[in-house]
Every structure is written in C-alpha cells, then in structure tokens.
C-alpha cells in the first residue's frame, strides 16, 4: 500500500506512478497514471485524477474530484480548490476522436499550463489549458479562467478578470500610490503596469 | 453490506460512518467519512464525498460527484444537483499547507455553510462557505452563490443575484402588489422588505 | 473484463449494461448503469456515471468526471471535456424527494437533452436539461448552457451567448456578406437569419 513507509497510498486507490516523493497522501478512488510525477508532503483528495506528464512540486493540496490533464505544472505549495478545477490540455476547439485522431499521435496540440508557486485555486474554477497562473495570486471560487493570471493577482468572474491584489498570505492588499503593506504579514508591495511585486528597500 | 435491513450501501462505496438512518442509500464508488451523520430516507449518488463533521438531516437528496465539506449541514429536504455543487469550508483566501498548517490545527479557519430546508441546488451550481441559502430557495444551474440566499428565492449568474421568487413546490411566483399566490399548488405568499413568506389569513 | 475481444473494460469500473460497442474503452471507477447504450469507439474517461436511459453513439470522447443522466443522447463524435458538463433530466425546479416522489414515478419530469453530430462541450461547460446542442457547434469552457445552441455556433459565458460560427473542423470561421471559407480546410459556409450552413454550389 505504501510506496515507502512514509507515504499514505488509500487501499481503494491507483497509484501506477513510482514518482511519488516521501509524506505526500492519495486519497480514496483516486487515480495517479503511470508518468505522472508528484513531490514531498502533498495531499491528493478522493476521486482524483492525476494524468500521466503531470509535474507536481511539494505541499501541493489538491482537493477531491480534480482531474489534472497531461501538459499541467503545480509548483510548491499550490493549492488545488475542491471539484470544479478543470486544466485540459485538448486544443481549445477539439473535435471528435475521428477528426483528431491523426493530429492525436503528433501531439502538437499538446499545450503546457503552469500553476506557479503558491497559487490558490478556488473551489470550482475553471482553468483554460495553456494559461499561467501567477505565484500567490488566487482564481476566486467560480471564476472562469481564460488569460494568464499575473503574481498575486485575485480573479472572479466569467469571464475571470483581475479584481484586486493579494499578499503571500492570501490577505487582500489595499493600494495608496501604488504602494502597499500586508495588514496582516507586514509584507510590502510596489504597483507598476498593473503587476505588483514585493517591495525591495 | 448494509448497517441495517433497510439501508442500503453500494458493495464499491466506502462507508466509515454508523450514523445512517433507516431508507437511506449510498451509491457507487462514494466515500462516506468517519464521523458523517446523515439522516433517513436519504439518496446518495455515485462518486460522492461526505466529509467528516457533515450533518444531513431527512430525505436529502445528493446527485453523483458532489463533494460534501466539513462545516455544513443540510436540513430536510434539499436537494443538490450533479457534480459541479462545492460547499468548501476552507477559508476564503486558503494557501497551501506550509503557510496554513498552524493554522489548521486552530480550525479557526472552520465556517459553517447551511443548506435550509426544501432548498434546490442546481447543477452546477458553486455555494461559496459560510453562506446561508434560505428555506425552498433554488440556486439555479450554474449559479455561483457567494451571498446568502433568502427563503424562496431564484438565484442565477456568476456572481448569482436573485432573478425571482418560487413557491414550496418549485412554481415561479408572479407578484401583483407585494401577494402571489401560487398557480400551481394554491399557497399565497406576501413580500416585504425584499423578502417573501407564505401569507397568513 | 472485456464482453467481447475488442472492448476494454478497466477492472475498477462497474459496467452494468452488454449493450457496448467493439472498439469502446471505459475506464477506471467508472459506472456504467444497466440499460444504458453505448456505440463503438468511445472513450469513457475515469469517474463517469453513465446513466440508465443514456444512448451514446460512435466515436464519442467522454473525459474524466462526466455524469451524464437519462434523457441525454450524444450523437456520433461528441466530445465532452472534462468535469463539469452536467446535463440533468432532473425537472428545471426540482423539490426534495418528498415532494417529488409521487411526480417521480409518473417520469413526467423527463426531458430530453440531445448532442448532435460533432459537437464540443468544452471542460467545465454546463448543458441545462432539455437542451439541443447542435451539429458541429462548440460550448466554451464555463459556458453554462441555457437555450438551444444551433449548429456550427460558438457560446460561452454565463450564461451562454452566441459569440461567432466555427468550422466542421473547429476552425473560427470570418463571414463576409453572409458567406464564408474556412481557411483550414476549405468548407464553406452561408449565413442566413443567424444560422449557418454549409454552402452549396
């Protein structure tokens, strides 16, 4: 059931990957295709899917019933919010099987998709395939993701657009002359061309 | 393979709860957390999860995928539509497990979510956590409920705004000078303040 | 595991019904319910319900998490992206079993919800019951479908509008005084009262 000792692998799921690192925990019903790769200390819920050519980093919380599709990246400490988290790496007007079958086996419809670290994904989000997602921004729960996601950025909506800015610990950031400090953490950040980076004294 | 004669548990699903009541049944491939407590007369479809802390009184019905979270409770009668309906009780701005795990063990991050009685979740629906959604209220298919919803009413759209208001039975309600009554099932209702119940003679 | 030589039946998956056609793969924890109809060369992904009543024909792709009820018909060549189509027969305003359960067994709320020939429903999209989505038509990711979508259209948002006209081949097709060629390959198209057609000459 284990991979090594330190690794939870629930007895109703499939785990056809080795690449699993140490402390991370599979969840029931939950699939891990041969291929993907996943780090250190992650936490993979019930009814999952992880394809094969998935990267997974370390401390990624991925939360039941999301499906990650081959051409997807989760850096550190990414977190994955419950069931409607859809990345497909389908071309974005894919057509049926017979129509694509020949074009299926060159693979260049194969497009990657990149959650950078610390990313927050709300609960029932859709990703488009293709999209960045920038380091501690947050996909707000039903937003509809279909343009890259700049750092710290918080998105809603659909179509999902930029409704403010928030702090590596998740706190939204109030902007006075394209500065801020975190309330909460202290940190500080600079405004320029609509991108927001920490503050270097 | 049932707890009692006439509960009925799917021989795939995994059920850790004793805490079924009588007439209940639990489908395929769902999990069932230990410390669940659902009620009687209950229907739990495929691929679902009910989490730990979840209370679900009688006669609640939960169509296949649907992924139940600590912090909420369903009251009699409600019904939840397929697969896309997420009540996370994870906080509003929740970040990846490194930067949480203090925190998690607070469970200060824990916010109740209550699904009231009769209420109708539509597929697809998202309700954010720690909203209320009101007494026969229905959240349209794919509704993104961030607010709470009041007794009665219709919510659609991302984000959902109420678009109306329906009787006990599901009837939209038409309103002439703050009194409907209900052209399918005859009950009268009265509004007030933008809030609407069922008239009193 | 497989009812005839050519079919692959994933051993974690629950196929109820004989009715598959050669060629069709089904995949892991995946339920096909007794009495449905499935044609030859499908893919049903992981975690599908397939429901009682459901007729899919050939070459359809059906990806991971896709819960498809009675009354759905998918047409040759659908695909379905992943997990958050949900297309419900369940009636528009459903009430808790109580309510509905005399209702229920007169199957009086059944409707139909047809996907014609080579239609796309893109991941996350959600098919309102009793819909028609029509030939060669694409439904974005997000999308969330309320009104019949003619063929060959283009919808997405919430909910659901006409945004342009794409190819047999997916292709986003640019009209000119009512007519159009796909500059990938080469169909061409006649516009008339907000529908489109492939031209005759």
Redesign the interface.
């Known amino acids: 059931m284990n991979l090594m000792d330190d690794i939870f692998i629930h007895p ?1 799921s ?1 785990v056809e990957t080795q690449q699993i690192g140490r402390g991370t925990r599979i969840w ?2 939950t ?1 891990i295709v041969k291929g993907a790769r996943i780090g250190r ?1 992650c ?1 993979i ?3 999952c ?1 992880i394809e094969v050519g998935v990267k997974i980093a370390d ?3 991925i ?3 999301n ?1 990650i ?1 081959e051409g997807v990246t989760l850096e ?4 994955v ?8 790496t ?2 974005p ?7 694509t079958k020949a074009n299926y086996n060159t693979r260049q419809w194969l497009v990657t998709t990149r959650i950078h670290e ?1 990313a ?1 994904i709300g ?2 989000a ?1 990703i ?2 293709g999209t960045v997602i920038g380091e501690f921004s ?1 996909v707000s ?2 937003a ?1 993701v ?1 343009h890259n996601v700049p750092p710290h950025a918080l998105v ?4 999902g657009h930029i409704q403010g800015w ?1 702090c ?5 950031l109030k902007f006075h002359n394209q500065f801020a400090r975190c309330s909460s953490c202290d940190v500080s950040y600079t405004k320029s061309n609509n991108r927001i980076k920490v503050a270097t004294f």
């Open positions: 109703t499939l029931a019903f699939h200390w936490n819920g019930d009814h899917v401390n990624v919380v939360k039941h019933g499906k599709w550190n400490g990414g977190f919010g419950p069931s409607k988290f859809s990345a497909t389908t071309p007007k894919p057509r049926c099987i017979t129509q610390g927050t609960a029932g859709m488009v395939a947050v729960a039903g509809v279909i809603s909506g659909n179509p928030v590596q610990c998740g706190k939204l």
